[in-house]
Nanobody, 123 residues
């Protein structure tokens, strides 16, 4: 069983930055590809970014290209999402997820999920 907990969300003005953190339990963090998803009210869960088990490969949605960066520190069992140049359309609940297989963009590829954390970007 893997437990994930997000932190670092909050309210920020458009153009500002936030860094989300996802802390994972256990010794096997490096066995999982990690990803960030987000979900706005009334919308489907949307892929944001993912990172391979050792951090050497990343995958990203077009909507965040050039603005967001995913990284991981396996020694700290933590994955990060650095969000810059935030836009009101980035407002959503952000979820951290772990996959034993790959860093696919589909939510169905991820077995473990954090409870989510709110990010609100004001105009």
């Amino acid at each position: 069983q893997v437990q994930l907990v997000e932190s670092g969300g909050g309210l920020v003005q458009a153009g500002g930055s936030l860094r989300l953190s996802c802390a994972a339990s256990g010794r096997t963090f490096s066995s999982y590809a990690m990803a960030w998803f987000r979900q706005a009210p009334g919308k489907e869960r949307e892929f944001v970014m993912s990172i391979s088990k050792n951090g050497d490969r990343t995958y990203y949605a077009d909507s965040v290209k050039g603005r967001f960066t995913i990284s991981r520190d396996n020694a700290k069992n933590t994955v990060y999402l650095q969000m810059n140049s935030l836009k009101p359309e980035d407002t959503a609940v952000y979820y951290c997820a772990a996959s034993q297989a790959s860093w696919l963009a589909s939510p169905s590829a991820y077995k473990y999920w954090g409870p989510g954390i709110q990010v609100t970007v004001s105009s």
